[in-house]
């Protein structure tokens, strides 16, 4: 097991290296000017520009500024932001923030979506399962971003949760309940939005997965030996269908990632989304790749996790490799 | 194909999603006749008019054929304030087929079903128009994803070992960049200039680069299992090129695959669009999108007061839901234990 | 039963339909009456003084006497601040931030635009030397005195040396060279320009830093130096000087200030300023989500455009907020031409050359000038909240050409003028005298949903006329990018924020050698004179103006630049929005002002009945 884990954890280095490639030259062949700000400030004199474009490597060929980014990342250095700050720092401000809205977001969708997915398979084809299937479409065809604009006006004109943000200005004074309280209400609306997105693809996997396993010999053999219904989907059907959604959870992890720009950026929540989002808008190339090997190291984190559970859980798994 | 389709007519959402979609096609299709207005009128003292109101009953109390009134902006210095009022001084009835166009008034007088814009564009119109761009991105990027990725798939899972290895990390390094940034990157490495059909051309392809890994790497999972069986084998001792094997024999067998992804993956290009145009990088204007309709009435404003300003919304909403519908029962006629995740 | 409910369902629908079909039609009234007061005009009462009490030199407000505590919860559009450096700002949050942190020697009478002591008690000018003596007894908020060492300190080693964000040495050179600076004692320096330069004094508004809390860093060379003081430095370490320091930042949240009690301003009743206890910024992404908040309540003034100035003028009677209006803003807004001549490495015109001769041609300018129709622009786009520009100088400048009246919207002189630059108009068609059809680019940002309005308007008035216009917005730094870098741009519409004080701020737009030259952008040292007649003008009014020292000296100078450009048209002024803002009526001692604004004064500012 122990050899299985390094051996996956060797192959992520030729993954990061590809995307590291990929982004990099596509972020750097694009005519966006990092520095497009500064230059329409009537009072930024050449000098300026001149010390901004040497301390960002922009007067060098871009094979040359690949290579002392990498350099540096390998060394630990993630390096500055156009604006001069700590490519390190911010991202240690937004990572737990978005870790925060992921992980609430993939409990919920797995809470309800899990039995849901069960239900509509054992219900198969019938009023509730098709009932099931167009109210969690409805979800998912909203484009987000709308959808919170939606819900932004909804909270101010009821005034039952803050428009945006993650804490009250006041944060700090709160009792710790307070505080709980304060957060929670900020989340309600960006966990709502993702949610919806997030559900119907969740329920629509878990229900194949259970019709399938609900098809396949054993069960028609468990069925047969007289157990009851109830026995047979939570003791045999139900963890042989979990089984493939827990390799889903690092994919999930990144398309989160990934749809939750838009869903941040309307809610202004502090998140990882955002950054990376007016980054990429600003072509602020340490900044994006910081966060683009980032997202890309937890997705492979997350796939790693999802498969040693995924051991655990399965011996069969086990043996095989 | 017919059998299909009296399955698909069978069920009563895919029924409706179906029809709705070949409505909405056949509305776009003809929008130069449907729409009121030709795609380059504007109105320029009628920015941000409301819906025109149109009367059955005239002031007598009397039913009479449709008309309506045309509007006169007035500005209020002390309020700030625009607001349009009804010129009663005269009717205009609605006419059906005049001048070229399903319905209409007078050449003097105006009709916006659904409002205007800022530029004084009847916004009805500009749905129609807009209708083709965002209902036929989708399409065209399939068109660009599958050969890509079925090609790419078919060689990388039919030849195995090395090759399938490399061409696999390199997919799974592009599926591993989330989407949306990838597209945003892209979208705006776009030269400023060109002409709106390229614009539109090149965002089709771009929505084509982030979604053909995915999709080969599934492709490659169906060919692995299909070159083992005999006649992929037999077909090899007789001596026919790979080429041929992959074209010929191996790719076909993945057709129903095929159709249930390109079903379930044109809502996800119309939103890919959408989400694009909110953040100014998709179709430009003067050319209308759906997305970039919705763009202007993401201020709190027009939410409030030019509600008809949602109307693309509306419109995504509706179309992305029949897909979505439309391609679950495709799903189920074809392969009702589908594993795979799309 | 299942029919029943279908012909049912379907009773209704068809019931719904032939409502909405049939209506009547009845005369709607759609007049307003309600009465709002007018737009305030509030005058403060007269400048603040200096006071001397127990050896220690305050600065007195004038305006009455408020309550103590409570807090003033304000916005942030964009990312918030990147740095508290105040020093090394390169954009307008963290530079406002951190100016409410540090003090400079002078700043600008909100009200009249001149130049006044702030941390410097008096400024005595001879010719070229600026006497300049401190207040005796002031403190940092770590209680260490504030002296002439500080001052020494921040210009000696900090803006002479280029550190941080070198626009003010810039700013500061005569000549390529920079002012004497001597100690003459504790609480006194001597400034010595080389000779006579006018936007000197205005320099000195540059924040005095404390010695010993940034001289650890600045030794250590200019990386480590731009590196000190981000946002997320504790803010119980921070030394500074201003009306408030900092108590709390959040990334993309907020940033929380708290009044600093060390602070030299003081009231009528000689009690310690400000009145505040705490100031909030809150950081939103944009002006949309700005107004949920303000719907909200989570903030207490908001900045209207357009629109929206409507809808909170009808409610504003009924509402907790007063709505002030600050005319014409800062920025202005433009259409501009490219008379790019020149050729580019491997000897490709930027321009192509059939365009150059039209761009080139004053009477094509003038053509495309008259035939914009800036009043439906007001109206459509800025619906009416906002004025037809037509000077360089924005409308609010106390340099403002006011002979210059502008013009109305006129096709027939626009046709006209397009004759006499030799073009023909054939089957609605416009062609350039050698036959080549009248064709060009239009940029301007994506995204931005006024300027996108404006490139269609300006694109249907230019077809009236025959000509064909791509109208492409592109992604905002790929147009600065063309603007700046690879000049293949025909015409963009722009936007830059105006100094209403200084014309000579603009020296990068107007001279020829600016680095925002950009309707004639020559590459970075560029030594061929290719200048035209009226550039060469331009870059002597500059020059001139910049030695000149007093504004009656100086204005007739500014007016004439101005008059150029209106007469050349390399770039045609569109309109300039007027700033209106809201701001709850709890908030006192609001003296709005059309050159600083509503929110000027923030340590003058109280509530009342605010605390908690």
């Given at each position: 097991?122990?050899?299985?884990?390094?051996?996956?954890?060797?192959?992520?280095?030729?993954?990061?290296?590809?995307?590291?490639?990929?982004?990099?030259?596509?972020?750097?062949?694009?005519?966006?000017?990092?520095?497009?700000?500064?230059?329409?400030?009537?009072?930024?004199?050449?000098?300026?520009?001149?010390?901004?474009?040497?301390?960002?490597?922009?007067?060098?060929?871009?094979?040359?500024?690949?290579?002392?980014?990498?350099?540096?990342?390998?060394?630990?250095?993630?390096?500055?932001?156009?604006?001069?700050?700590?490519?390190?720092?911010?991202?240690?401000?937004?990572?737990?923030?978005?870790?925060?809205?992921?992980?609430?977001?993939?409990?919920?969708?797995?809470?309800?979506?899990?039995?849901?997915?069960?239900?509509?398979?054992?219900?198969?084809?019938?009023?509730?399962?098709?009932?099931?299937?167009?109210?969690?479409?409805?979800?998912?065809?909203?484009?987000?971003?709308?959808?919170?604009?939606?819900?932004?006006?909804?909270?101010?004109?009821?005034?039952?949760?803050?428009?945006?943000?993650?804490?009250?200005?006041?944060?700090?004074?709160?009792?710790?309940?307070?505080?709980?309280?304060?957060?929670?209400?900020?989340?309600?609306?960006?966990?709502?939005?993702?949610?919806?997105?997030?559900?119907?693809?969740?329920?629509?996997?878990?229900?194949?997965?259970?019709?399938?396993?609900?098809?396949?010999?054993?069960?028609?053999?468990?069925?047969?030996?007289?157990?009851?219904?109830?026995?047979?989907?939570?003791?045999?059907?139900?963890?042989?269908?979990?089984?493939?959604?827990?390799?889903?959870?690092?994919?999930?992890?990144?398309?989160?990632?990934?749809?939750?720009?838009?869903?941040?950026?309307?809610?202004?929540?502090?998140?990882?989304?955002?950054?990376?989002?007016?980054?990429?808008?600003?072509?602020?190339?340490?900044?994006?790749?910081?966060?683009?090997?980032?997202?890309?190291?937890?997705?492979?984190?997350?796939?790693?996790?999802?498969?040693?559970?995924?051991?655990?859980?399965?011996?069969?798994?086990?043996?095989?490799? | 194909?017919?059998?299909?389709?009296?399955?698909?007519?069978?069920?009563?959402?895919?029924?409706?999603?179906?029809?709705?979609?070949?409505?909405?096609?056949?509305?776009?299709?003809?929008?130069?006749?449907?729409?009121?207005?030709?795609?380059?009128?504007?109105?320029?003292?009628?920015?941000?008019?409301?819906?025109?109101?149109?009367?059955?009953?005239?002031?007598?109390?009397?039913?009479?054929?449709p008309y309506t009134y045309n509007y006169v902006r007035e500005y209020e210095p002390s309020l700030m304030q625009t607001v349009f009022k009804q010129d009663r001084?005269?009717?205009?009835?609605?006419?059906?087929?005049?001048?070229?166009?399903?319905?209409?008034?007078?050449?003097?007088?105006?009709?916006?079903?659904?409002?205007?814009?800022?530029?004084?564009?009847?916004?009805?119109?500009?749905?129609?128009?807009?209708?083709?761009?965002?209902?036929?991105?989708?399409?065209?990027?399939?068109?660009?994803?599958?050969?890509?990725?079925?090609?790419?798939?078919?060689?990388?899972?039919?030849?195995?070992?090395?090759?399938?290895?490399?061409?696999?990390?390199?997919?799974?390094?592009?599926?591993?960049?989330?989407?949306?940034?990838?597209?945003?990157?892209?979208?705006?490495?776009?030269?400023?200039?060109?002409?709106?059909?390229?614009?539109?051309?090149?965002?089709?392809?771009?929505?084509?680069?982030?979604?053909?890994?995915?999709?080969?790497?599934?492709?490659?999972?169906?060919?692995?299992?299909?070159?083992?069986?005999?006649?992929?084998?037999?077909?090899?001792?007789?001596?026919?090129?790979?080429?041929?094997?992959?074209?010929?024999?191996?790719?076909?067998?993945?057709?129903?695959?095929?159709?249930?992804?390109?079903?379930?993956?044109?809502?996800?290009?119309?939103?890919?669009?959408?989400?694009?145009?909110?953040?100014?990088?998709?179709?430009?204007?003067?050319?209308?999108?759906?997305?970039?309709?919705?763009?202007?009435?993401?201020?709190?404003?027009?939410?409030l007061y030019r509600p008809w300003l949602l109307t693309p919304g509306l419109l995504i909403f509706i179309a992305v839901l029949s897909f979505n519908l439309l391609?679950?029962?495709?799903?189920?006629?074809?392969?009702?234990?589908?594993?795979?995740?799309? | 039963?299942?029919?029943?409910?279908?012909?049912?369902?379907?009773?209704?629908?068809?019931?719904?339909?032939?409502?909405?079909?049939?209506?009547?039609?009845?005369?709607?009234?759609?007049?307003?009456?309600?009465?709002?007061?007018?737009?305030?005009?509030?005058?403060?009462?007269?400048?603040?003084?200096?006071?001397?009490?127990?050896?220690?030199?305050?600065?007195?407000?004038?305006?009455?006497?408020?309550?103590?505590?409570?807090?003033?919860?304000?916005?942030?559009?964009?990312?918030?601040?990147?740095?508290?450096?105040?020093?090394?700002?390169?954009?307008?949050?963290?530079?406002?931030?951190?100016?409410?942190?540090?003090?400079?020697?002078?700043?600008?009478?909100?009200?009249?635009?001149?130049?006044?002591?702030?941390?410097?008690?008096?400024?005595?000018?001879?010719?070229?030397?600026?006497?300049?003596?401190?207040?005796?007894?002031?403190?940092?908020?770590?209680?260490?005195?504030?002296?002439?060492?500080?001052?020494?300190?921040?210009?000696?080693?900090?803006?002479?040396?280029?550190?941080?964000?070198?626009?003010?040495?810039?700013?500061?050179?005569?000549?390529?060279?920079?002012?004497?600076?001597?100690?003459?004692?504790?609480?006194?320096?001597?400034?010595?320009?080389?000779?006579?330069?006018?936007?000197?004094?205005?320099?000195?508004?540059?924040?005095?830093?404390?010695?010993?809390?940034?001289?650890?860093?600045?030794?250590?060379?200019?990386?480590?130096?731009?590196?000190?003081?981000?946002?997320?430095?504790?803010?119980?370490?921070?030394?500074?000087?201003?009306?408030?320091?900092?108590?709390?930042?959040?990334?993309?949240?907020?940033?929380?200030?708290?009044?600093?009690?060390?602070?030299?301003?003081?009231?009528?009743?000689?009690?310690?300023?400000?009145?505040?206890?705490?100031?909030?910024?809150?950081?939103?992404?944009?002006?949309?989500?700005?107004?949920?908040?303000?719907?909200?309540?989570?903030?207490?003034?908001?900045?209207?455009?357009?629109?929206?100035?409507?809808?909170?003028?009808?409610?504003?009677?009924?509402?907790?907020?007063?709505?002030?209006?600050?005319?014409?803003?800062?920025?202005?807004?433009?259409?501009?031409?490219?008379?790019?001549?020149?050729?580019?490495?491997?000897?490709?015109?930027?321009?192509?050359?059939?365009?150059?001769?039209?761009?080139?041609?004053?009477?094509?300018?003038?053509?495309?000038?008259?035939?914009?129709?800036?009043?439906?622009?007001?109206?459509?786009?800025?619906?009416?909240?906002?004025?037809?520009?037509?000077?360089?100088?924005?409308?609010?400048?106390?340099?403002?050409?006011?002979?210059?009246?502008?013009?109305?919207?006129?096709?027939?002189?626009?046709?006209?003028?397009?004759?006499?630059?030799?073009?023909?108009?054939?089957?609605?068609?416009?062609?350039?005298?050698?036959?080549?059809?009248?064709?060009?680019?239009?940029?301007?940002?994506?995204?931005?949903?006024?300027?996108?309005?404006?490139?269609?308007?300006?694109?249907?008035?230019?077809?009236?006329?025959?000509?064909?216009?791509?109208?492409?917005?592109?992604?905002?730094?790929?147009?600065?990018?063309?603007?700046?870098?690879?000049?293949?741009?025909?015409?963009?519409?722009?936007?830059?924020?105006?100094?209403?004080?200084?014309?000579?701020?603009?020296?990068?737009?107007?001279?020829?050698?600016?680095?925002?030259?950009?309707?004639?952008?020559?590459?970075?040292?560029?030594?061929?004179?290719?200048?035209?007649?009226?550039?060469?003008?331009?870059?002597?009014?500059?020059?001139?103006?910049?030695?000149?020292?007093?504004?009656?000296?100086?204005?007739?100078?500014?007016?004439?630049?101005?008059?150029?450009?209106?007469?050349?048209?390399?770039?045609?002024?569109?309109?300039?929005?007027?700033?209106?803002?809201?701001?709850?009526?709890?908030?006192?001692?609001?003296?709005?002002?059309?050159?600083?604004?509503?929110?000027?004064?923030?340590?003058?500012?109280?509530?009342?009945?605010?605390?908690?």
């Amino acid at each position: 097991m122990l050899k299985y884990i390094t051996k996956r954890i060797l192959q992520v280095i030729p993954l990061l290296i590809i995307v590291s490639l990929i982004s990099f030259f596509i972020i750097r062949l694009s005519p966006v000017d990092p520095l497009a700000e500064l230059r329409l400030n009537p009072s930024i004199s050449q000098e300026t520009l001149d010390k901004e474009i040497k301390r960002l490597n922009l007067d060098k060929p871009i094979y040359i500024q690949y290579i002392s980014w990498a350099k540096s990342f390998i060394k630990g250095d993630l390096g500055y932001t156009s604006a001069g700050e700590k490519v390190s720092v911010k991202l240690k401000e937004r990572i737990p923030n978005t870790l925060l809205l992921t992980a609430i977001v993939i409990f919920m969708t797995w809470i309800v979506g899990i039995p849901l997915g069960i239900l509509a398979a054992i219900n198969k084809e019938t009023a509730f399962d098709r009932m099931l299937t167009v109210i969690s479409s409805i979800g998912m065809a909203i484009p987000s971003f709308f959808f919170a604009i939606l819900l932004l006006i909804f909270a101010v004109k009821t005034g039952w949760f803050p428009v945006g943000g993650l804490t009250s200005y006041n944060f700090n004074e709160m009792s710790l309940i307070g505080k709980i309280i304060d957060i929670s209400k900020h989340l309600v609306l960006p966990v709502i939005v993702l949610f919806t997105i997030s559900l119907s693809g969740l329920q629509r996997q878990m229900r194949a997965n259970m019709l399938e396993v609900l098809d396949s010999d054993y069960i028609k053999f468990a069925r047969a030996k007289g157990l009851s219904e109830s026995k047979v989907i939570f003791k045999h059907a139900l963890r042989n269908a979990i089984n493939p959604m827990i390799t889903l959870l690092g994919f999930e992890f990144a398309g989160l990632l990934s749809g939750a720009a838009l869903t941040e950026y309307v809610f202004q929540y502090p998140g990882l989304g955002r950054l990376i989002l007016e980054a990429v808008m600003k072509s602020d190339i340490n900044l994006v790749m910081a966060s683009l090997m980032m997202g890309t190291i937890m997705l492979v984190l997350g796939n790693l996790i999802a498969d040693i559970l995924l051991m655990i859980a399965d011996p069969r798994i086990r043996g095989a490799k | 194909m017919r059998e299909m389709l009296t399955k698909i007519l069978q069920d009563k959402f895919a029924k409706i999603a179906f029809i709705t979609l070949v409505l909405l096609y056949t509305i776009i299709l003809f929008a130069n006749f449907i729409a009121p207005y030709s795609n380059t009128y504007s109105n320029r003292d009628m920015s941000y008019a409301p819906p025109s109101k149109i009367y059955t009953i005239d002031e007598n109390g009397k039913l009479t054929r449709p008309y309506t009134y045309n509007y006169v902006r007035e500005y209020e210095p002390s309020l700030m304030q625009t607001v349009f009022k009804q010129d009663r001084t005269k009717k205009y009835y609605i006419k059906l087929f005049t001048n070229g166009h399903l319905f209409g008034t007078e050449k003097s007088g105006q009709l916006y079903l659904l409002g205007t814009d800022i530029n004084g564009r009847d916004v009805f119109s500009r749905l129609l128009y807009g209708g083709r761009i965002s209902m036929t991105v989708g399409f065209l990027a399939l068109l660009v994803v599958f050969p890509i990725g079925l090609l790419y798939g078919g060689i990388s899972g039919y030849f195995g070992g090395i090759v399938d290895t490399l061409m696999m990390r390199f997919a799974e390094a592009v599926m591993a960049i989330p989407s949306f940034y990838l597209l945003i990157i892209l979208a705006a490495i776009l030269p400023g200039g060109m002409t709106s059909v390229q614009r539109f051309a090149l965002i089709v392809v771009i929505l084509a680069l982030i979604g053909w890994a995915g999709f080969a790497r599934v492709v490659r999972g169906m060919v692995l299992s299909i070159k083992n069986e005999d006649f992929v084998l037999a077909e090899k001792t007789i001596g026919a090129s790979n080429l041929r094997i992959i074209l010929k024999h191996i790719l076909p067998q993945t057709t129903s695959y095929v159709i249930i992804a390109m079903t379930l993956s044109v809502p996800s290009y119309i939103l890919a669009e959408s989400g694009l145009s909110f953040l100014g990088l998709g179709i430009q204007q003067p050319d209308a999108s759906w997305g970039n309709m919705l763009k202007e009435a993401q201020e709190f404003t027009n939410i409030l007061y030019r509600p008809w300003l949602l109307t693309p919304g509306l419109l995504i909403f509706i179309a992305v839901l029949s897909f979505n519908l439309l391609g679950d029962t495709i799903r189920d006629i074809l392969d009702p234990k589908s594993q795979k995740r799309i | 039963m299942k029919r029943v409910l279908v012909i049912l369902a379907v009773l209704i629908f068809l019931g719904i339909v032939l409502k909405a079909c049939v209506r009547k039609d009845m005369p709607e009234d759609v007049s307003i009456d309600i009465k709002t007061p007018d737009l305030k005009e509030i005058v403060y009462p007269t400048d603040e003084k200096n006071v001397t009490i127990n050896g220690i030199d305050y600065l007195q407000s004038q305006a009455p006497v408020g309550k103590f505590g409570g807090e003033l919860v304000i916005s942030t559009i964009g990312e918030g601040p990147k740095t508290f450096n105040p020093c090394n700002t390169k954009d307008a949050t963290s530079s406002s931030m951190a100016g409410l942190m540090y003090d400079g020697l002078v700043t600008t009478n909100p009200r009249t635009g001149e130049v006044m002591p702030l941390l410097a008690k008096d400024i005595e000018i001879n010719s070229n030397d600026y006497i300049i003596r401190l207040r005796h007894g002031i403190k940092w908020t770590d209680n260490k005195p504030i002296t002439a060492d500080d001052v020494m300190y921040t210009y000696n080693e900090i803006v002479f040396k280029g550190y941080g964000n070198p626009s003010t040495m810039d700013a500061m050179k005569v000549d390529g060279k920079l002012p004497e600076l001597v100690k003459l004692d504790d609480f006194t320096v001597k400034f010595t320009t080389p000779r006579a330069f006018a936007p000197f004094l205005r320099q000195l508004s540059y924040p005095i830093v404390p010695k010993h809390y940034f001289k650890p860093y600045s030794d250590r060379g200019e990386s480590v130096f731009n590196a000190f003081l981000t946002p997320d430095t504790n803010p119980e370490e921070i030394v500074s000087s201003g009306a408030f320091k900092l108590k709390e930042y959040v990334a993309a949240q907020r940033v929380v200030f708290e009044r600093n009690p060390n602070y030299y301003k003081i009231n009528l009743k000689d009690e310690k300023l400000p009145y505040l206890n705490k100031l909030v910024y809150l950081i939103v992404g944009d002006t949309n989500n700005e107004i949920l908040k303000f719907e909200a309540k989570e903030i207490d003034a908001l900045s209207l455009r357009g629109s929206n100035v409507a809808m909170y003028k009808i409610k504003e009677p009924n509402s907790d907020y007063v709505i002030y209006n600050l005319g014409p803003d800062t920025g202005t807004l433009f259409l501009v031409i490219n008379l790019n001549n020149r050729r580019d490495k491997n000897c490709k015109p930027y321009v192509d050359p059939k365009k150059q001769r039209w761009f080139g041609n004053r009477d094509f300018r003038a053509a495309v000038d008259w035939a914009i129709d800036r009043e439906s622009m007001v109206k459509n786009i800025a619906s009416g909240v906002a004025e037809p520009l037509f000077t360089a100088e924005s409308l609010n400048s106390i340099y403002l050409n006011k002979y210059i009246k502008g013009h109305p919207y006129d096709i027939n002189v626009t046709k006209e003028s397009l004759e006499k630059a030799g073009f023909k108009l054939k089957d609605g068609i416009l062609y350039d005298s050698c036959g080549n059809r009248v064709e060009f680019d239009l940029y301007t940002n994506a995204g931005n949903l006024e300027r996108e309005a404006l490139g269609v308007m300006i694109k249907q008035d230019l077809e009236e006329l025959g000509m064909k216009v791509n109208f492409k917005p592109v992604e905002f730094n790929s147009l600065v990018n063309k603007l700046t870098n690879t000049h293949d741009w025909d015409m963009a519409i722009m936007g830059l924020t105006g100094s209403p004080l200084e014309p000579h701020d603009g020296k990068n737009v107007w001279t020829s050698s600016g680095s925002l030259h950009m309707f004639n952008q020559r590459p970075a040292n560029y030594n061929i004179d290719d200048r035209l007649d009226w550039e060469k003008e331009l870059d002597e009014i500059f020059a001139e103006g910049a030695v000149k020292l007093n504004f009656e000296e100086r204005k007739p100078i500014y007016d004439r630049y101005q008059t150029i450009i209106y007469n050349q048209k390399p770039i045609i002024y569109l309109y300039s929005p007027i700033r209106i803002t809201a701001i709850r009526k709890k908030i006192k001692n609001i003296f709005p002002t059309s050159l600083s604004g509503l929110l000027y004064n923030l340590d003058e500012i109280y509530i009342d009945g605010g605390e908690k």
